[in-house]
């Protein structure tokens, strides 16, 4: 199913996101993680991209596993190592699997390598996946703004870029203020974007990913959610539980706002997508 059919519906929706291994060793174990989190019957699973496209085939392994599971697959792509004649195969080999969903991304530029020629951006890869085939295409876009942009306006620009070129919905970096997503949603109506926005939400869970947090994004942390951190940090059991606690809330707050689309950064962890899963179910419901 096309993930901007699932959109259309007037009721809640609550994906989730996980990546695949890096080694196929490991394959096994992330399909289980698959079907674990697909019982809690997300509207759709997507699997990330390896940086440069390094275990790309993995991605569409897991991607078929979460059809098997019954749940909807999107599957990322990125420009970031990817040529025409790779994009070809990608494109083929989705088809073949019965993939209609492609989540396009610039993706993360490895060490010592330079920005992409062939799809410098995203809206480049768009329009070349719409070329392709019959995809139902995402974007993502960050309320905080993209750290590689000049300034607001200009990542507001790159985001119409990519809604021009036929991204059919878009999904938000990780924030812990929803008043940022609040403001950044009507900056994007005021310029004329009106697909779909899905609202990413990261479970903080242990001290580590808030070093990886503030490095990678530069994405704000709140005083309150500061003082969870302070408080909690040491205490891994109780800085899960309040991690857990905290998304729940944010998701809470969200849907009483009218933004009924969430997604989940699982990081593989079955335990924690369940938990605020089931913290919702009746609010799904």
């Known amino acids: 199913m096309k993930i901007s059919e699932i959109l259309k519906s007037k009721t809640v929706t609550v994906s989730c996101e996980l990546f695949p291994p890096k080694v196929g060793s490991e394959l096994a174990n992330t399909q289980q993680i698959v079907r674990e989190i697909a019982a809690y019957k997300p509207s759709f699973m997507s699997v990330t991209y390896g940086a440069g496209g390094s275990n790309s085939h993995n991605t569409l392994r897991v991607a078929e ?98 809604v021009k070129s036929g991204c059919e919905f878009l999904t938000t970096q990780m924030f812990f203020d929803n008043n940022i997503l609040y403001s950044y949603m009507f900056k994007l109506l005021k310029h004329g974007v009106d697909v779909p926005v899905i609202a990413g939400i990261m479970p903080v869970t242990n001290a580590k990913q808030i070093k990886r947090i503030g490095g990678l994004s530069g994405t704000a942390l709140p005083p309150r959610f500061r003082a969870i951190v302070d408080r909690f940090a040491d205490h891994p059991e109780a800085m899960k539980q309040a991690g857990i606690a905290y998304a729940t809330e944010q998701i809470i707050d969200l849907i009483a706002n009218d933004v009924t689309h969430i997604h989940i950064y699982t990081m593989n962890r079955p335990d924690i997508a369940g938990s605020i899963m089931t913290n919702l179910s009746k609010i799904i419901d």
Do not use: W
Not at 65 to 91: M, N, P, Y
Not at 101 to 114: E, F, K, S, V, Y
Not at 126 to 143: H, L, N, Q, T, V
């Open 65 to 162: 596993e979460v059809l098997t599971s019954g749940v909807t697959a999107l599957a990322h792509l990125t420009c970031v190592g990817q040529d025409e004649e790779k994009l070809r195969r990608s494109i083929a080999d989705f088809k073949a699997s019965g993939i209609e969903n492609i989540l396009a991304l610039r993706g993360d530029i490895p060490a010592g390598q330079t920005a992409p020629e062939i799809f410098p951006h995203a809206s480049d890869l768009i329009e070349a996946i719409r070329r392709e085939g019959d995809f139902c295409i995402g974007g993502a876009c960050y309320p905080e703004g993209h750290p590689e942009s000049y300034n607001s306006e200009a990542d507001i620009e790159g985001v119409c870029r990519k």
